[in-house]
């Protein structure tokens, strides 16, 4: 609702956007891929993991038959029943991790969702805590007089305009782990084959690593935003003794800082997951 006061309004919209995509936030990270944006864009991930799940099959083979001929000395040595059992026992976990990667991935996918559930619920928040302008500030802004709202107007302008983007870095960081989840999922099939040759299983290790830091994302960033919750619930301290642009500079100026530890930390969740897990 307008307050009639420009000045007010805009930081009031710049705190709505930031409090609409915090709450987005903490919609988007308790959705599974299954379930996000309707399921339409995982439907269109299906096909693409099925359709490439033939060439998966093809490189399995492939990846197989090149490992036993780098891994064995002699044609004789794979005529050992132990050998020959182990090399069987490969191919076959091999073909299952193919055909049946789909389900082992959101089966890994769904233990760091109840991860994330532990979290919250250990926390006790479910949502995030809602930035609003003190009443203080506003009536102060309300009692300033044209030529005095004049620095107010430059001080709101770009406050709200710094608001506004780390708004959309933050959501945008959300959706990019939703997308990489959907990349993984599609070519899953090609990465996973290279389990059937002993020199190439590196190529799936990395790969169920690199998915497994992905999912985890997801953790690190409720854990920031539980940590920014609670940190928001001290909100920055108004100077009540102050000029009006005064109060408004350190006020918003605080906020930014604040706003500026929870973008920063989810924008590098990913490199946190990697660090903690050696990749």
């Known amino acids: 609702m307008s307050s009639g006061n420009w000045i007010i309004d805009n930081l009031n919209n710049a705190l709505n956007t930031w409090n609409s995509k915090l709450a987005e936030i903490w919609n988007l990270i308790t959705q599974s891929p299954e379930t996000f944006k309707g399921g339409a864009i995982w439907n269109v991930i299906l096909n693409i993991h099925n359709a490439i799940q033939g060439i998966g099959l093809g490189l399995l083979v492939l990846f197989f038959v090149v490992g036993v001929m780098k891994t064995m000395g002699s044609f004789t040595e794979i005529k050992r029943p132990e050998v020959a059992f182990k090399v069987f026992i490969r191919f076959a976990l091999a073909k299952a991790a193919v055909t049946h990667g789909l389900e082992l991935m959101m089966a890994l996918f769904r233990i760091v969702q109840g991860v994330m559930s532990t979290i919250m619920g250990a926390a006790g928040i479910g949502g995030g805590t809602p930035t609003i302008l003190p009443d203080e500030i506003a009536d102060a802004i309300q009692s300033c007089g044209f030529f005095e ?44 084959s ?35 919750s609670v940190f928001a619930s001290n909100p920055p301290v108004v100077l009540t003794g102050a000029s009006a642009v005064s109060m408004v500079w350190a006020y918003v100026g605080e906020l930014i800082f604040n706003m500026l530890v929870l973008v920063g930390t989810v924008k590098m969740a990913d490199r946190v997951v990697r660090e903690m897990m050696g990749l």
Do not use: D, H, N
């Not at 001080?155 to 997308?179: A, D, E």
């Not at 389990?195 to 854990?223: D, N, R, T, W």
């Open 194 to 228: 290279a389990f059937a040759g002993e020199p190439s299983q590196s190529v799936g290790v990395s790969f169920i690593k690199s998915y497994s830091a992905v999912c985890l994302e997801g953790a690190i960033i409720v854990l920031a935003c539980v940590i920014f």
């Open 149 to 192: 709202s004049i620095p107010l107007w430059a001080v709101t302008l770009i406050g709200g305009l710094f608001i506004l983007v780390l708004s959309f870095i933050m959501i945008m960081s959300v959706y990019g782990r939703f997308f990489r989840l959907y990349l993984y999922t599609a070519i899953a099939p090609v990465p996973l």
